[in-house]
């Protein structure tokens, strides 16, 4: 059902749905994490346990269990959550005891006799075992990869190429994620239309307010204006990602303001096309696409954890670095290179080449004239934010561009076959 901007009051009925929803989803990380945890300690108590053997200690110990438990109880603020608990860490510390005395059974003569006697049923348990295991495994794996899972509810600001594409791919890898989109009417009541959305707003605090994930796809200044205006109404379980192309300022931003408990993950997708807008999104290629993550101070584990997850789940590839390292390669792999399609295309124009001759060109000609193509306002601001690092490598490619120059001059060309040898070491 695609709803109308109209229709948006009436949505309030989903409310109670898209809370269950978030809670399910969040019970299935604890339970992920505290399995994890409760395996940790158990192989604590084995370790013990050993321990105890060799010092000919009793596997019991009432003091110690009932520091457990009255330690255990004080975490609860519910008298009857933490009598649960109680009731819970009983059961787990008789689990503890027994797999310690288990460990006494196994060196006895009678065990080990025991042992060898039934030594072939044991191979087939251990086979079985490892089957149910893979399957489990398996299993954990394909969970893994429902990006609902982790985000039930998620909105994008700004619906352009790159929010339009994260769009697409959350409809076609997780079709039950609830969308909501921030952006102007033309462009929400056109992806309303093709389905891409399940809510439409104008207004971006009311959208952020009711999603478990928010992502700022919109210009990169226009990121930070929109960070700063919805954090106060952030609250906690929530994450935000920015999808801009320079990390360092917003990451800087984020860390500093208050974000009401809500996590904060600096990000980068490293797809794209040099056109822009809702409709260029259709035809971009993000097939085993790099996500690049820049945790902050404002990251928990947890998030990056459930974030590097979801997108798997979309099929792309995340990759960690530090908003600075980001900053400072995609300076050269990026910037940089956007800025040399450009100054050879203005050289190129100052030379008055006809249309005709613009004919003769290769295939690395074609590739950067497609950058040529790209819009400058984007561009422009990423210059500028970016712009220390950049000064930095297009003064590195000027020492480049003059050691070619001054080895044509000196007809020294072992010095050219040296450049292609280091940078074909970069292509590889």
């Not at 952030?234 to 974000?259: G, H, P």
């Not at 590839?317 to 900053?327: F, G, L, R």
């Given at each position: 059902?695609?709803?109308?901007?109209?229709?948006?009051?009436?949505?309030?009925?989903?409310?109670?749905?898209?809370?269950?929803?978030?809670?399910?989803?969040?019970?299935?990380?604890?339970?992920?994490?505290?399995?994890?945890?409760?395996?940790?300690?158990?192989?604590?108590?084995?370790?013990?346990?050993?321990?105890?053997?060799?010092?000919?200690?009793?596997?019991?110990?009432?003091?110690?269990?009932?520091?457990?438990?009255?330690?255990?109880?004080?975490?609860?603020?519910?008298?009857?959550?933490?009598?649960?608990?109680?009731?819970?860490?009983?059961?787990?510390?008789?689990?503890?005891?027994?797999?310690?005395?288990?460990?006494?059974?196994?060196?006895?003569?009678?065990?080990?006799?025991?042992?060898?006697?039934?030594?072939?049923?044991?191979?087939?348990?251990?086979?079985?075992?490892?089957?149910?295991?893979?399957?489990?495994?398996?299993?954990?794996?394909?969970?893994?990869?429902?990006?609902?899972r982790y985000f039930p509810t998620v909105t994008i600001i700004g619906?352009?190429?790159?929010?339009?594409?994260?769009?697409?791919?959350?409809?076609?890898?997780?079709?039950?994620?609830?969308?909501?989109?921030?952006?102007?009417?033309?462009?929400?009541?056109?992806?309303?239309?093709?389905?891409?959305?399940?809510?439409?707003?104008?207004?971006?605090?009311?959208?952020?307010?009711?999603?478990?994930?928010?992502?700022?796809?919109?210009?990169?200044?226009?990121?930070?204006?929109?960070?700063?205006?919805?954090?106060?109404?952030?609250?906690?379980?929530?994450?935000?990602?920015?999808?801009?192309?320079?990390?360092?300022?917003?990451?800087?931003?984020?860390?500093?303001?208050?974000?009401?408990?809500?996590?904060?993950?600096?990000?980068?997708?490293?797809?794209?096309?040099?056109?822009?807008?809702?409709?260029?999104?259709?035809?971009?290629?993000?097939?085993?696409?790099?996500?690049?993550?820049?945790?902050?101070?404002?990251?928990?584990?947890?998030?990056?954890?459930?974030?590097?997850?979801?997108?798997?789940?979309?099929?792309?590839?995340?990759?960690?670095?530090?908003?600075?390292?980001?900053?400072?390669?995609?300076?050269?792999?990026?910037?940089?290179?956007?800025?040399?399609?450009?100054a050879l295309g203005a050289s190129i124009a100052d030379q008055n080449?006809?249309?005709?001759?613009?004919?003769?060109?290769?295939?690395?000609?074609?590739?950067?004239?497609?950058?040529?193509?790209?819009?400058?306002?984007?561009?422009?601001?990423?210059?500028?934010?970016?712009?220390?690092?950049?000064?930095?490598?297009?003064?590195?490619?000027?020492?480049?561009?003059?050691?070619?120059?001054?080895?044509?001059?000196?007809?020294?060309?072992?010095?050219?076959?040296?450049?292609?040898?280091?940078?074909?070491?970069?292509?590889?």
């Amino acid at each position: 059902m695609h709803l109308q901007l109209d229709e948006i009051d009436d949505l309030n009925w989903r409310k109670p749905i898209i809370k269950l929803e978030e809670s399910r989803a969040r019970i299935d990380e604890l339970d992920e994490l505290i399995a994890n945890l409760i395996n940790e300690r158990l192989m604590l108590c084995k370790e013990i346990g050993e321990a105890k053997k060799r010092m000919n200690k009793p596997v019991l110990d009432d003091k110690r269990e009932k520091e457990v438990l009255s330690r255990v109880s004080a975490v609860a603020s519910d008298p009857v959550i933490a009598a649960q608990l109680v009731d819970i860490y009983k059961t787990m510390l008789a689990g503890s005891r027994g797999l310690q005395e288990k460990l006494n059974e196994t060196t006895s003569p009678k065990a080990q006799a025991g042992a060898n006697a039934n030594s072939e049923s044991n191979e087939e348990l251990k086979q079985d075992q490892a089957n149910s295991s893979q399957d489990s495994s398996e299993q954990t794996v394909a969970q893994t990869r429902n990006p609902q899972r982790y985000f039930p509810t998620v909105t994008i600001i700004g619906l352009g190429l790159i929010g339009g594409t994260i769009a697409r791919l959350i409809r076609k890898h997780s079709p039950k994620t609830n969308i909501t989109a921030v952006d102007s009417p033309e462009v929400l009541q056109k992806a309303l239309g093709e389905g891409l959305i399940d809510c439409a707003e104008t207004k971006t605090v009311n959208a952020a307010e009711r999603s478990s994930l928010i992502i700022l796809a919109a210009p990169p200044k226009k990121n930070i204006d929109l960070l700063e205006s919805i954090a106060p109404k952030l609250s906690r379980r929530q994450l935000v990602v920015d999808v801009t192309s320079t990390k360092k300022e917003i990451c800087t931003v984020a860390e500093n303001l208050d974000l009401h408990g809500a996590d904060f993950i600096g990000g980068h997708p490293l797809f794209g096309s040099q056109k822009s807008g809702l409709d260029a999104s259709s035809a971009v290629a993000t097939n085993d696409a790099v996500f690049c993550l820049t945790p902050t101070s404002k990251s928990s584990q947890m998030s990056v954890k459930r974030f590097r997850r979801w997108l798997e789940g979309l099929g792309l590839k995340p990759v960690e670095a530090s908003p600075a390292s980001h900053d400072k390669v995609l300076a050269r792999t990026s910037h940089l290179v956007q800025l040399i399609a450009v100054a050879l295309g203005a050289s190129i124009a100052d030379q008055n080449v006809t249309e005709h001759e613009l004919k003769l060109h290769g295939p690395a000609f074609k590739q950067l004239a497609r950058l040529m193509e790209s819009p400058p306002e984007m561009w422009l601001d990423l210059f500028n934010q970016n712009k220390e690092e950049l000064q930095v490598a297009i003064q590195d490619l000027v020492k480049q561009l003059e050691l070619a120059s001054d080895a044509l001059d000196d007809k020294d060309f072992e010095k050219l076959v040296k450049m292609f040898h280091r940078a074909k070491s970069v292509a590889e």
